[in-house]
């Protein structure tokens, strides 16, 4: 079965202590790995697409890289507005993004 | 400049009483996609029309309708609220296949709450 598997649940930094989230996953035809961040009470919003092993990707403060296996989002310095459950999602052959349940992140000043 | 658009923001119900949600795009894509998310859990797929065919999943319970009369508007239609179907509803779209179909869009979604 196709499943996203995101680590850690949660992740409270201190401001400027950068850290890793990780998102593995096991699926059968991958097309595009996707980042997106969500607020709390609103939509995700699009952050990154990654397509094959070895891609990365950046934005500001955070960086996307893909394996064969697994994708890591880099935080960089992270500040507080950088506080956001981060999702990750993979789009297989089906043509559906399953997603995984996400990393609340906490930056504290 | 918002791009999908999603009302009304919040709605409540109550137990067995049908309710609509409504979601409108400006960004002409023709994929739409309805999910339903709860605390703290990933967005789960209801069903989503490409153009006007509808996919449904193969879990979304009947209690869970769908309408998309034009490109810009999509409803989603819950026959009879039950606790159980309190959650965030999102909706998305998708640019034209090919090559941009997977990158989704969502809009800010709609808190749903049974009584």
């Known amino acids: 079965e196709d499943q996203v598997t995101q680590s850690p649940e949660a992740l409270r930094l201190q401001e400027g202590e950068s850290s890793s989230l990780n998102c593995s996953y096991t699926?059968?035809?991958?097309?595009?790995l996707f980042w997106y961040r969500q607020d709390p009470g609103k939509g995700p919003e699009f952050l990154f697409t990654l397509y094959s092993a070895g891609e990365e990707k950046e934005k500001e403060r955070l960086k996307a890289t893909l394996t064969k296996k697994e994708s890591f989002l880099h935080i960089t310095a992270p500040k507080p507005e950088d506080s956001a459950t981060y999702l990750c999602a993979v789009y297989e052959s089906t043509d559906k993004l399953i997603f995984g349940t996400g990393t609340r992140l906490q930056v504290f000043p | 400049d918002a791009m999908v658009i999603q009302n009304p923001r919040y709605q409540v119900t109550q137990f067995g009483k049908p309710v609509t949600l409504s979601c409108s795009q400006t960004?002409?894509?023709?994929?739409m996609y309805w999910y339903q998310q709860k605390s703290s859990q990933a967005p789960k797929l209801l069903f989503h029309?490409?153009?006007?065919?509808?996919?449904n999943e193969a879990d979304t319970p009947d209690n869970f309708q769908s309408r998309r009369p034009n490109t810009s508007f999509c409803f989603l239609d819950i026959r009879s609220p039950g606790l159980g179907d309190a959650a965030m509803y999102l909706c998305?779209?998708?640019?034209?296949?090919?090559?941009?179909?997977?990158?989704?869009?969502f809009g800010p979604g709609t808190r749903l709450l049974v009584l």
């Open positions: 699926v059968s035809g991958l097309r595009g």
């Open positions: 960004l002409n894509h023709n994929v």
């Open positions: 029309y490409y153009d006007k065919d509808f996919n």
């Open positions: 998305a779209t998708s640019p034209p296949f090919p090559g941009g179909q997977e990158t989704q869009y």
